[in-house]
Structure formats: structure tokens, C-alpha cells
């Protein structure tokens, strides 16, 4: 056992404080993500969500210009994109699209201008990567505090918007006819979106921080079928890969090219499509074993519904 | 069109739906629509695609706005969110992912609106399985929506708008998409209601003949326009026609009805010119 952990742990893993920050960051960062993009798979909005993480590079860029950290660069300009999305995009699902690829191509825009000033400013292309492939390792300690308050404010305002956000995704027609605010709703949700997406933006990188919205809770929902559990295995899901990314991280230091470590981002990425994967066939599995175990004792369930025994699905 | 009888009982009226016109972007889409629903009746409000209905379905709502005409609500003028109305939209698209089953929709109908997260476990889940019996659905209550059938769906959906009970229930094309086996069973489960809870039952669709065996009353929509009655007052070749704006014949086939449109005149109609042979012709002609 203790030969296992050997293996798994480089010696030094648990003495490191950049580990030390890196752990507590990358597992709130994680938390709060999973939570969040559950709504934005079932809102299909996937790639809204995209266009914000990417966007936010220009924000991240400009921040460092000014000799802010990138994450309120990240995050103010992922909410005006939020905003012009909404504004621009109307209702229809397709529109939607278009304003959205708008916006990112904007986006990009200014962030191509401000990498290369930041390059030209620093003479180094360092900061290049770390905005848009992230570094958990160079996360400030410092920042701590404001991302522990962002996180616990995104839950919050998700946790008083949740049945109300679940009916409009069930249906907009629905929720708007029970009287539910359905277009203040959807741009709540966009707000907290945006600074998810930053958060992961600020641990693995503007491009890449859709993989942490996106994927532990498209995971999650091949995994359970009740809200709150897609909300709890998602944040979860997304805890582990981080976790286990920074584990493999530090290890692969000492994987060729001797003496360099291989980058955070890279590991959680791989492990969210990995998870990802699995779950997709444990799903299948596990409906298969379902399906035959139902056709060895037909139909005993359909005794509890005695008007129509006969239409049972 | 209304009798005697129903001008008496006005003020119970469930639903009073007085001269609404409705105006979007230069058109005329309702025109001076006017019906009653009395509590615990079924009523249809029949026509095609694009005559008008959701439309209206959106200003009992309150979700549009009539550009002239009253509605009455349970006897008080519209407001947004009224408890006294249950809704089953037309066909919600769902993917098999949505993590959501039978009994969570369900629940939603019951505090869906509301702020903050979901408390009292217990006293929920007992009035959301009895709703579900209602409707003979609890053997689906743990599967996902999204992986139930059509006419499963309209069940779960139909239990969402029961749950806060209301005394008139709207349903937008809940036949659509269905076989004929759900349609029977969907159609008898919404009369039995009706029945019952002596809930009012407002339904529309675009085929008469599903919902005739339980109909008390229909609404006619044509282009905007209504006339509203018994089956027998209203399906008639000179009602249709002049709701149509043109000669429209009204046949009956083994107690169904078939409404056809397109003849010259009330003489010129013959079934020669509706049958295989004479149209066999144009059909070869288009391959």
C-alpha cells in the first residue's frame, strides 16, 4: 500500500506550497464549475460558454498589461461578452449561435493585440501560455481569498435561481407561463456562468476552461438521472480530475524531458475526456445488465398500475 | 352564439373570453374571438396550423398582450402566473441526458416558481405520487423524462399541471405526435379529469375526430377566426364557410368528420373529384 503511494506521490508532493495552493484552488475552482455547467449542458449552451473562456483571454491580457491579476481581466470582460450575447442574440437558438460567434471572434481580436503587447512589454512569451493554457503551479496565494468569495457568491445565487432554472429548462413556455422571469433568469445564469468560466480560466487556461465547465458535468449526467445528484457527481468529478492532474503534474517532473514538468492543464483536460469516456460505458453497461434483468421477471412493475397493465413501456 | 341558458350562468364562467383581437407586426392573427368555458366542461379549440391557436393559448396566459377585448379569468381580469390555470405546452424536446425524472418534472409543477432550494422532502414526494396515480403514471415516476414516449410525456406533463391544483386546464396540441393507441388513452385520461376534479379541460388540436366522443363544446379557429358551440352548431358546411371565407363541404364517414375545402360551389361537390382515379394522374406527373 504504502509502495502505491510511493509511486503515485513524488517525494516532496506534500511539503510543496505551491501544491498546498494549488490543491485547495484547483479543488474549489473544480467545485464550483461542475456545479454550474450541469445547467450549461442542459441549457445546451456549451458553447456560449466556450466563446466566454476564450474572450476572457483579452481580459486576461489587458490585466496583465495594467499589472492586474488576469483573473479580473478574465472575468470583467467575460461578463460584457455575457451581456452582448444577450443583447444581440434575440431568442432563436440559431441567432443565438451566430451573436455568439461574434462576440468570440471580437474577443480574440483584442486578445491577439494585447498577447503581443504583453510579449513586447515582458520580452517573453511566457505570459502567452499561462494566459490561455493556465499554470495552477502560479496561481498567487494571495488570490485565494477573492476566489473562495466568488465561488461562495455563484453557489449562492445558483441555489436561490435553481427550481427556477431547472423549469426553464425543462421548457421556457412552461416556466414563463408559471410566472417565472425567464429572461432575467437567463441572464442571471449567463452572469454566474461567466465567472465559473473565469475561475477555470484563471487554474487551466482561457482555452482550455470550457474542458472543466463542460466535461465533469457531461459526465455526471451519464452517471445520475437526479438533479441534485448531477450537481453534487459533477462537482465531484471535477474535484477528482483536478486533484489527480496536479498529482500527475508533479510526478512527470520527473518524467523525460528530465527536469521539466509536464503542464497541469494537459493532465486535468485528459482526465475530464477520460472520465468522460469511461462513464459512457459503464452507462451502457449498466443499462444493458438493466435491460436483461428486466426481460428475466416480466413486468412484475407494471402490477402497480392496475387501470393499464397492458401499457406498460 | 351563446344560448339562454349559458348567459344565465355567466358569472361562473371559468373562462370569459370577451371580443380579443390580437395585432403582431401588422397582422391581424385573432379577430374578435369570443367563448365561454364553464367549470368541469371539455372544450376543443379545433384548427390547422398557424389558424391562431397558441396564440390565444398565449393571452389566457398572460404572456401576450390583446390589442382590444377582455378576458375573465375565473370571474377577475388576467394577471401573469394565475393559480387557477395549469399548462401542458406543446411538445417539449428533451434529451435522453436531461437529468430530470418523472417525479421532479412533476414536482417542478409544484414549486417550480419559486426561489431557493426545494425543503420538505416527504410531504412532496407523497403529493407527487398521488398525482402521478392520477394520471397512471407511477410506474414511471424514477425513469428519466427524456427517455420516456410521447404519449408518456404528455402524462408527466399533464401530472406537472395538475399538481397546483388548478380549475382550467390548458393543453397545446397534446395529441400531436402521438399513435393512435396514446391518443385514446391521453384524450379518455383528460375527460376522466374533467369528470372528476370537475376540472375545465381547454384543448386544442388540429383533427376534431380524437377528441369528439368526449367534447361538450369547440372552438372553431379559421384565419384568425372563431365560432364556438356544440359539435352540431358549429361543424356545419355554412359555419366553416364563412369562417374559411370560402365553400367548405362537411362530410361524415362512420361517425368521424371529414371538413373539405376547395370546391366551386355547394352543387359542384361530387367524391369523383376527391377519389383515387382522378387524381392518380397529377401524382404520376410529379415523380
Not at chain 1, 14 to 28: I, K, N, R, T, Y
Not at chain 1, 111 to 127: C, H, I
Request: charged content about 15%; some cysteine.
Amino acid at each position: 500500500m504504502s509502495q502505491v503511494l510511493r509511486a503515485l506521490f513524488a517525494p516532496g508532493f506534500f511539503a510543496s506550497d505551491p501544491v498546498h495552493a494549488a490543491l485547495v484552488v484547483g479543488a474549489v475552482v473544480a467545485l464550483v464549475t461542475g456545479v454550474v455547467g450541469v445547467f450549461t449542458v442542459i441549457r445546451g449552451q456549451a458553447f456560449a460558454g466556450h466563446a466566454l473562456g476564450e474572450v476572457g483571454s483579452a481580459g486576461g491580457s489587458a490585466a496583465f498589461l495594467g499589472g492586474a491579476n488576469p483573473l479580473w481581466g478574465f472575468m470583467g470582460i467575460a461578463i460584457v461578452a455575457a451581456g452582448l450575447i444577450e443583447l444581440l442574440g434575440l431568442h432563436r437558438p440559431r441567432a443565438r449561435d451566430v451573436a455568439t460567434g461574434l462576440v468570440l471572434g471580437a474577443g480574440l481580436g483584442l486578445a491577439a493585440l494585447f498577447l503581443y503587447l504583453d510579449a513586447t512589454s515582458s520580452s517573453t512569451t511566457g505570459v502567452t501560455v499561462t494566459i490561455l493554457f493556465g499554470s495552477l503551479f502560479a496561481v498567487s496565494q494571495q488570490m485565494l481569498p477573492s476566489i473562495v468569495a466568488l465561488s461562495a457568491v455563484s453557489l449562492l445565487v445558483l441555489a436561490v435561481c435553481y427550481r427556477m432554472l431547472l423549469l426553464s429548462s425543462l421548457s421556457p413556455d412552461l416556466a414563463a407561463a408559471r410566472g417565472v422571469p425567464v429572461r432575467a433568469i437567463g441572464i442571471a445564469y449567463l452572469v454566474i456562468m461567466a465567472v465559473a468560466v473565469s475561475l477555470a480560466a484563471e487554474t487551466i487556461g482561457a482555452i482550455l476552461a470550457t474542458a472543466l465547465v463542460v466535461g465533469p458535468p457531461a459526465t455526471a449526467l451519464r452517471l445520475t438521472k437526479r438533479p441534485g445528484g448531477a450537481l453534487v457527481v459533477a462537482g465531484l468529478i471535477g474535484v477528482v480530475a483536478v486533484w489527480l492532474g496536479i498529482v500527475l503534474a508533479y510526478d512527470s517532473y520527473y518524467w523525460p524531458p528530465a527536469g521539466h514538468g509536464w503542464p497541469v492543464s494537459f493532465f486535468v483536460v485528459a482526465l475530464v475526456f477520460l472520465f468522460y469516456l469511461v462513464a459512457g460505458a459503464v452507462a451502457r453497461i449498466v443499462q444493458a445488465r438493466r435491460r436483461r434483468h428486466s426481460e428475466a421477471a416480466p413486468r412484475l412493475a407494471a402490477s402497480g398500475c392496475a387501470e393499464h397493465p397492458g401499457d406498460a413501456a | 352564439m351563446s344560448g339562454p341558458t349559458l348567459d344565465e350562468s355567466a358569472d361562473d364562467a371559468i373562462l370569459d373570453v370577451d371580443g380579443v383581437s390580437v395585432w403582431l407586426s401588422g397582422r391581424e392573427v385573432l379577430h374578435d374571438v369570443r367563448f365561454r368555458i364553464m367549470p368541469g366542461e371539455f372544450t376543443g379549440l379545433i384548427g390547422s396550423n398557424g389558424a391562431g391557436k397558441t396564440t390565444l393559448f398565449r393571452v389566457i396566459l398572460g404572456l401576450q398582450a390583446a390589442s382590444t377585448g377582455s378576458v375573465l379569468v375565473g370571474g377577475r381580469p388576467l394577471t401573469r402566473r394565475n393559480p387557477i390555470i395549469g399548462y401542458v405546452p406543446q411538445k417539449i424536446f428533451l434529451d435522453p441526458d436531461m437529468p430530470l425524472r418523472a417525479r421532479d418534472v412533476v414536482a417542478l409543477g409544484l414549486d417550480g416558481h419559486r426561489l431557493g432550494v426545494p425543503l420538505g422532502w416527504g410531504r412532496r414526494r407523497k403529493a407527487v405520487d398521488a398525482m402521478l396515480d392520477a394520471v397512471d403514471a407511477r410506474r414511471l415516476a424514477d425513469a428519466r423524462v427524456g427517455s420516456l414516449s410521447g404519449g408518456e410525456q404528455q402524462r408527466v406533463l399533464i401530472a406537472h399541471a395538475l399538481i397546483s391544483r388548478p380549475r382550467l386546464l390548458l393543453l397545446d396540441e397534446p395529441l400531436a405526435n402521438l399513435d393512435i393507441g396514446a391518443e385514446g388513452e391521453v384524450v379518455a385520461l383528460l375527460a376522466r379529469i374533467a369528470r372528476e376534479q370537475r376540472i375545465a379541460v381547454f384543448i386544442s388540436a388540429h383533427d376534431v375526430n380524437p377528441l369528439l366522443p368526449v367534447m361538450d363544446r369547440l372552438v372553431y379557429m379559421a384565419a384568425g377566426n372563431t365560432a364556438s358551440g356544440t359539435t352540431a352548431e358549429v361543424i356545419r358546411p355554412e359555419v366553416l364557410s364563412a369562417l374559411y371565407g370560402q365553400h367548405v363541404d362537411v362530410l361524415r364517414v362512420h361517425g368521424r368528420i371529414l371538413v373539405v375545402a376547395g370546391a366551386e360551389g355547394p352543387s359542384g361537390v361530387t367524391f369523383e373529384e376527391t377519389d383515387g382515379a382522378a387524381v392518380g394522374p397529377d401524382i404520376v406527373a410529379l415523380r
